[in-house]
């Protein structure tokens, strides 16, 4: 085995400790602390209440029971379209209600479609509001607030039927709100103020995504969730945890357009004003126990003269996290660097193609775990120029190891003239120890951009594969450890292992096609690094066992095309093929 082999080993087992050490310390905790939290966050009977966009809180309120009684709690207006359904509240004129018609909790065609935005005093709560605020500090004139009971000129919103409210302040001030929703996940809304008075109405315009206690979270290390926006030319993500070190648990932004919100792994709910205009942001968290996390926005005063009246446009984006769907949204209506709502990472410029290299793909062969196999093809020839330059490295290295040897013995305990001999050996045999590395770091941006196709976007959710994977984006369902499902429990579950137990069929491939792949060169002399290198497939066998069945099945191909690709390369340089010397040995056959 090559100097460069092991230390590319070494560098692989030493990131996977790292990896499993994060797991046991704060990954699983954290997500079991998340699930302790719903679990409180639904048993407690008491939450703060929000008023106008400021740090103050007014007097708790009862949470509701369930999540009907909180629809209940509010006159609403249903919304029906191609891809959601759900209900506007009367009372505050909120968008509070979206569950998405296209997609369901589980694989099972049965099961309840995914419910995202919930109403206040709903276990859960989660929604987006829009409002005013005064300039004024004296007499300032009555504005609608969340207790303001909205009328309505219909029942009804859908994407060809918009839905208008209207509110009198009985001050002169006249409010109205037209709300319309296209066929996808964006509610249009324009509100508009007649000032009917004898004096000017200096007025703000904020808008805000609420939510209350903090999701469950995914789990990847690669994958950002909690706050999301653009603001200006700036994109700002912030997580819950980061949020709550800050001063007064907020943080703020100026710009001219953009959106803020929040992020799940495939879904969002954001806010946007128009485009052309300035607003502070805000990021924020308020309450105790259970936190209350709030993005908003704020514009900057607009006096509206007597007799005159003035019109704002917000959107409003609840839904599914589909590449084209952000896409035409950036494009129209414009919302600014739409396509940031998805996590693609600091790879973005190849992220972004490869995601369109893999949808391609998936349209052409209509299977998403096809596709998987075959841009991992696609990226192995693209790379096979220095592939082949890397393996005739390696080769020369190969080459000259017994002069390399005799050096070490002329010079012994000399490591100053050892390494300037060794120097010389490699300039005279034009040997360059760093070359066999290059393409590999080179390959380190492509292959992390594909794992992040894997984990953010949407398109793999409830993806089938064959056999028993209906799912590409979840764990493997079988378990060797109560026999592929034979025995009734699910080690998954036992405490403290649990979560390393996840050990299915295509774990074990994966792990033996790692095992293959390290066979493929010689073992290291010395023991330790004999002893790390052996259990290094069990180790990430172990590890990857829990990640989603996609990236487990890329692994295992890439382990078998890499084998393929390394065994015809060095064949060709005239490199001993070690692979079946080493199993000989390996079980005692030598």
Known sequence: MTENTKNMLMAAALSMIFIGLWDYFYAFPEMERQRQAQVEQQRMAKIPKLGAP????AAPVKIARTREEALAESPRIAVDTRTISGSIALKGGRVDDVSLKNYRQTVDPTSPIITLLSPENAPGAYYAELGYLTGETENAPALPTTE??????????TSGKPVT???DNG????F???ISVDDEYLFTIKDSVENKSAKPAPLYTFSRVIRVGRPPSAGYAALHEGYVGVIGEQAEELTYDKIEKEPNYTKTFKGVGGWVGFTDKYWGAVVAPAQDIAFEARYMAMGGATKTYQADTVSEPKTIEPGASAETTTYVFAG???????DAYKANPGLKRFDLLIDWGWFYFITRPMFRLIDFLYKLFGNFGVAILAVTVIVKLAFLPLANKSYQSIAKMKEIQPKIKELKEKFGDDKQAFNMAQMELYKREKVNPASGCLPVLLQIPVFFSLYKVLVVTIEMRHAPFFGWIKDLSAPDPTNIFNLFGLLPFDPTHVAFFGPYLALG???LVMGVTMWLQMKMNPEPTDEIQKTMFAWMPVMFTFTMGGFASGLVIYWSWNNLLSITQQGVI????GVKFELWDNLRKTFGLA
């Open 148 to 157: 303001t009971l909205w009328t309505a000129d219909s029942d009804k919103l």
């Open 165 to 167: 409210l209207s509110w």
């Open 176 to 178: 109205k709100r037209v």
């Open 171 to 174: 001050q002169g001030l006249v």
């Open 54 to 57: 400021d740090k103050s809180a």
């Open 320 to 326: 599914a996290k589909e590449i084209d769907t952000l």
């Open 505 to 507: 069929v295509w774990p």
């Open 570 to 573: 060095m064949k060709r340089a």
